[in-house]
């Protein structure tokens, strides 16, 4: 979950910036091109937390030169991650990973995609606890988190309620993003 965030950690652009695909580009190229992959966290039985295989799903159908994992038809969750990312440290030993995932956030800040160095951690506004993950993060803000009371069931509630065309919308300026990044 995102509540106030920081520019000066990464950049945050807004999915329906004309510009928001060359800002992703731009922060990938200056940070990150050489052996990575790309791990697109989530799964297609919420659609709030399509986010990630959605993206995966465009992304692995372009030609890209880094390996994609996370997609509608193999993503990588909760119940598989673990295993997911000891797969990544045996075959993709030196690779960075771009970690992609769907979260919750304030309200002001729905819509917004943010990139920065670091890792996340997956499944915690909905009372996960899973290992962090990533090198660097990709987040797209899919909807408004509850911070009070019994937050984990409610934000659980929240990301089963989120629009899919949001999360495609998303999805796509992602993918433009990172594609334009690699384009050789």
Known sequence: ????????????????????????????????????????IGTDRFIGDSLGPLTGTLLSKLSLPVPVLGTLENPVHAVNLKRTLSHIKSTYKDNRII????????????????????????????????SRVGDFSIIGIVDEA??????????YLKINN??????????????KGIYTAFRR
């Open 1 to 40: 979950m995102i509540g106030k965030y920081s520019i000066s950690d990464g950049i945050c652009v807004h999915h329906t910036d004309d510009r928001a695909h060359i800002k992703i580009s731009d922060f990938l190229k200056s940070s990150i091109l050489d052996k990575c992959l790309i791990l697109c």
């Open 99 to 130: 970690a992609i995932d769907a979260c919750l956030g304030i309200s002001k800040s729905v819509g917004y995609i943010h990139l920065k160095e670091g890792s996340i951690q997956p499944g915690k506004g909905v009372g996960k606890r899973l």
């Open 146 to 155: 509850v911070e009070s009371g019994d937050y984990e069931y409610e934000n």
């Open 162 to 175: 989120v629009r899919l065309g949001l999360v495609m919308k998303m999805s796509e300026t992602i993918a």
